[in-house]
Every structure is written in C-alpha cells, then in structure tokens.
C-alpha cells in the first residue's frame, strides 16, 4: 500500500485472486485436458513447452500481474523456466513475494533457477532480457509505448520470438435509445463508479462512452458529471503515471474535447482528479488524438447525431480489450447491426455490465486485436493464457 497507494481492501482482494490463479493452473495440471493432445492413427500431436520466459508485470497489479501473477505461473505450469523483471513502481513489494517464491520451490524440490527475479528496474537491463538468445518468449502488460519497444527488439534478433503484450485500451461503451430512456440514471451510475474505481488504474476501465443525441442522453450525461463531481481525487500508482494522465487529458483538449465535469481536489501526493469530457460524433472520427488511452479517472462522452454516425464510429475503433453495449428489446435492430462490427474490434464483448472486473473463468478472454494486445489469439487471464508458452509438435509413427 505504500508503494502503490492502492487502498488495503483492493490489496486483499488482488491477493486472493493471485492464490486462485495460482490454484487454477494446479488443478489444470492434476486434470486430464492438458497437455492438449490430438490422436489420429499413427499422428500425435501434443504440447511442448518453448524454454525460458522474460515476464514483464504491470505497474497496476502488484500481485495478479506481477511477481507470481498470470504470466509468471502459466509460463512455470507450461514447463517454462521465468525470468521476472522487477516493476519499478513496487520493487519491496516484488522483492518479497520473490522471496515467497524462492522458498516454496525450495520446498517443492524443483531444479535451481527455474525462477528468478532481475531487481534492476532500469529499460536498459530489459532490453537486454528481451534480446538475450537463451529466452524464448515474451510476457508483458503495460503501456502501448513500452510493449510495442519489446515486441520491435524481439522481431529483430536472429531468431525472433514471440511476445504477448497486454497494451491496454479505451474500452468503448455503446449506450443506445432504449436503454437510455428505461434507467439512463442507472445505467449512469454503475459506469461512472466503473471508471472511477481506483483511480480509473484498470486496463478494462470504460474511458469512451458513445450515445445517440437525444434529450434522454442530456439526462444521461448530467447524471454522469454528479458522480464525477463529487468524487474525491484518489492517488494514482506513481509519479510518473500521473504525470501521463496530466499529459493525455491535455491531449483531448489539443483534440477538441470539451470539459463538462471535474472532482474535487485532496490532499497528499501523485492525486488525480476525475473528469468528464465530451465531443460530437464528427469531431471524435476526425481527430485520432481522442482514440488514445486516457490512464486514469477519465471519460470522454461522444455524441452521435444518427444511427449511422454510430455504427460509422464503431468502425472506426482501433483495437480493444472490451467493447460494450448497452440495450433492451427496443434497440435489438441496432444491437444486432453492432455486434458484427465490434466483433472485428475486441477480445471481450459485455452487455449491460460494466468492463472492470475480468473473471478467471476457462472462457475468459483477455487481449484482442493490435494495440490491445500483439497477438490477439490469446488470453493472458485465465488457464487458455497457457498455451501462450507451449508450441505443437506433432509425433508420426511413435508408439
């Protein structure tokens, strides 16, 4: 809590689902369905597993996606060895569950240096790792900026390999008619405390809301800004996080957004305030800047002025971790032309719940297409994250 400024509530619940990622991949391996065989006649294919594995954990999960987070234990469950670079954001809190980790392996008996932890949090030590000949695949979650530099060292080594890097999103919301008119203050409501959770610090925070102009959206826009207003600035992981998020809100002013709400200041260090931005349909497909990820409490209202400005919008969306829809039986036409479109746009589609919250379920999704993610055929959440660090081979003829 001292490192991250995440409150401890947040902290016990992360911690418990770190041991229930954990316990996943154990009952994955006592059960029968991995590894992934297919028999026929004389062919077998089955799953071997790639070699050492350079994880890289986020700033924003000190225990689920970090030290012993999702990447770390599916690569050591697929037979990987792991070589986890320190985030600078928790070095303490790394170091300790290192230390954890260390001791349990001991314990287990497993070979010496099948974990181990680089405590140098400098980009020049990861580069390094991301280029060193002996690792053999690449596990990241973080900023666009930083993935995109491992995945272009990794590309140009003599023998590339293959890196899964979870970039984040802007999570768009697609709130239609129907709805809106049904329970928009509702609706309002459960978004507002979706984005403003911890700080807005989740990469499945819903930062791009999308409606139809219509007095019933006015409404839903004036009961998004009184959540905003009264929320209280809370602090974010670290200084130079909330240094991003000061930069991109300037972005959307740069793009055009317009401010409609703020809340309000509180003491201490690295605060960020939540805000509201809004902007018309045409502007928001004309100025890319407005596309970029906003890290933090922050959303940016877009107001379509028809149906087809609002399939034209979804269009024209990069790619994300979710997309969302909001409807009811009246706006079943409009859904059903959405759904193809968004389809093509992201590796998790909700509707009528909020994104924040990924669930270690078999059927999870988590990535979706570039820059969510570099490769959209995998999840880094849940036991499919895997088969990430396993290639096929197939045997011809062995008994």
């Known amino acids: 809590a001292a490192e991250t400024g995440l409150p401890q509530a947040r902290l ?3 911690l418990t689902r770190t041991i229930n990622q954990v316990n996943l991949f154990v009952r994955l391996l006592r059960g029968t369905t991995w590894p992934k065989e297919i028999v026929d006649g004389h062919l077998r294919q089955s799953q071997l597993p790639l070699g050492p594995v350079a994880v890289f954990g986020a700033g924003n999960f000190p225990y689920a996606f970090s030290v012993a987070g ?4 599916s690569a050591l469950a697929a037979g990987c060895p792991v070589i986890y670079k320190s985030h600078p954001g928790h070095p303490l809190t790394s170091e300790w569950v290192a230390g954890i980790m260390d001791r349990a392996m001991l314990q287990a008996g497993m070979p010496e240096g099948t974990f181990a932890m680089l405590p140098d949090s400098s980009i020049e030590s990861g580069k390094q790792l991301a280029a060193h000949p002996l690792i053999k695949a690449i596990g990241f979650t973080g900023s666009l900026k930083a993935g995109r530099a491992l995945f272009d060292i990794a590309a140009k080594r003599r ?3 293959p ?6 999103s802007i999570n768009p919301v697609f709130i239609l008619p129907g709805i809106l008119n049904e329970k928009g203050q509702e609706v309002a409501e459960k978004l507002a405390a979706s984005n403003l959770l911890n700080a807005g610090q ?3 925070n819903p930062g791009l809301i999308i409606t139809l102009q219509s007095g ?3 409404t839903f826009h004036t009961h998004f800004a009184k959540q905003v207003k009264k929320a209280v600035a809370e602090t974010m992981l670290s200084e130079s996080i909330r240094q991003g998020f000061e930069t991109a809100l300037r972005q959307l002013v740069i793009g055009g957004a317009d401010l409609v709400a703020c809340g309000m200041e509180s003491p201490g260090s690295r605060q960020a305030i939540p805000y509201m931005f809004q902007t018309d349909g045409n502007t928001f497909l004309h100025q890319p800047l407005l596309q970029e990820e906003v890290f933090g409490p922050c959303s940016l209202h877009v107001v ?4 087809e400005e609002l399939l034209e919008i979804a269009a024209s969306l990069e790619g994300q971790l979710t997309a969302s829809v909001w409807g009811n039986i009246t706006d079943k036409d409009l859904v059903d032309d959405l759904l193809p479109v968004l389809e093509t746009k992201a590796g998790r589609l909700i509707y009528n719940q909020a994104p924040t919250g990924v669930e270690l379920s078999p059927a999870m999704m988590h990535g979706g297409p570039y820059p969510a993610s570099t490769d959209s055929k ?3 959440v849940g036991v499919g994250a895997i088969e990430r660090w396993t290639r096929p081979v197939c045997y011809q003829n062995w008994e």
């Open 378 to 380: 995998f999840t880094s």
């Open 304 to 307: 379509a002025e028809s149906r």
């Open 70 to 73: 999702n990447d770390t234990i």
């Open 216 to 218: 019933d959206s006015e």
């Open 12 to 14: 016990e619940g992360e």
């Open 159 to 161: 023998n590339p390999i």
């Open 163 to 168: 890196v899964y890097a979870e970039m984040g």
């Open 202 to 204: 989740f990469c499945t």
